[in-house]
């Protein structure tokens, strides 16, 4: 039986990193594979680090576009795809060795659509912080919406027949958050199985999109990433979840997540655009499914403090 995995690889300028990465690839102790690695239009040395290794190994694939993104350069690699199954890791990223071979043995596993593992930040210092949740496994949309559980885009494998069926792609236009709305949307029709190791390696540099310097109109895409995954999830009833159930359940969720971003433009000196925010059906429709009455103490009293309005009070915000 065919078990090629298609490993969807975006590259864009992360020439002192891709050979890390690829190398991490070739070093998996399950060899059937092939890497389509996409280069976003790299204006660096990213693209002659990647020849050497489609030279070298027939595995490897390089496809060159114009500067589109990560979810086009993602998109474009999962069209190429020729295997079962299908992973993604970035190019700035690593796998350990047995990566591959023990996500799949999961995903074989009483015939599951997809497995994910945990992963550990690697910090341009060198400290290295593992980086897990309690690893659910079955039908996991509940944990994932909830936060009791966190799957990295870069730490899953799954059947690409599940991804054609479902008609999944990355959100191409999305800044931020493009990966919670794939994976939300994936979970919500996938039997999953967890490994409960950490088998990827996440770097965190500077001038990436976890390090980089904090604008409301660039996470706000988030927030629209969020929105689409539950109109997806709600269009495409699942027999797994009481629809019922579900819809409260993402729009508790949305609705924190958005409370969370508009503080965060509070505290960073977006007065202006909270108040138009806040008084925007759009957004207040979400906030108006809050649990306030569940909320941690310093979130309640940040609520209040946001929802006063008072011009006084929000000067303050900085200091919570």
């Not at 290295?128 to 885009?153: C, M, N, W």
């Not at 979130?299 to 006084?312: E, I």
Request: glycine share 8%; aromatic share 12%; proline share 2%.
């Amino acid at each position: 039986m065919n078990n090629l995995i298609s490993i969807v690889v975006p590259a864009y300028n992360v020439e002192a990193f891709i050979e890390d990465c690829l190398k991490s690839v070739q070093n998996q102790t399950y060899v059937d594979w092939e890497a389509i690695v996409v280069d976003d239009g790299s204006q660096d040395k990213t693209v002659a680090i990647i020849e050497k290794f489609v030279q070298a190994d027939q595995r490897f694939r390089l496809i060159r576009q114009a500067n589109g993104g990560v979810s086009q350069a993602r998109n474009t690699g999962m069209s190429a795809a020729t295997g079962k199954f299908i992973t993604f890791l970035d190019g700035d990223d690593m796998w350990q060795p047995d990566f591959l071979r023990e996500l799949l043995a999961a995903v074989q596993t009483e015939n599951h659509d997809m497995a994910y593992c945990g992963y550990t930040h690697l910090y341009t210092t060198g400290l290295k912080r593992k980086f897990s949740y309690p690893y659910a496994s079955g039908h996991i949309l509940g944990d994932v919406l909830q936060g009791k559980t966190q799957i990295h885009i870069g730490a899953m494998l799954v059947k690409k027949e599940l991804l054609d069926q479902l008609a999944l792609h990355f959100t191409e236009g999305c800044l931020v958050g493009q990966d919670q709305e794939f994976i939300w949307k994936l979970v919500s029709r996938a039997r999953v199985q967890s490994v409960s190791k950490e088998l990827m390696l996440y770097r965190i540099r500077g001038g990436s999109a976890i390090t980089a310097n904090w604008r409301w109109q660039k996470h706000i895409h988030a927030f629209y990433g969020f929105e689409r995954a539950a109109g997806y999830i709600l269009s495409h009833p699942s027999p797994f979840y009481d629809p019922d159930y579900l819809a409260g359940l993402l729009q508790e969720r949305i609705a924190y997540k958005l409370f969370k971003l508009i503080w965060r433009m509070l505290k960073n000196g977006y007065c202006a655009e909270v108040r138009q925010l806040i008084n925007d059906e759009r957004y207040t429709a979400w906030l108006r499914h809050l649990n306030v009455g569940g909320l941690k103490a310093a979130d309640k009293l940040k609520y209040y403090l946001l929802a006063s309005q008072h011009r006084l009070g929000w000067r303050f915000a900085k200091l919570l």
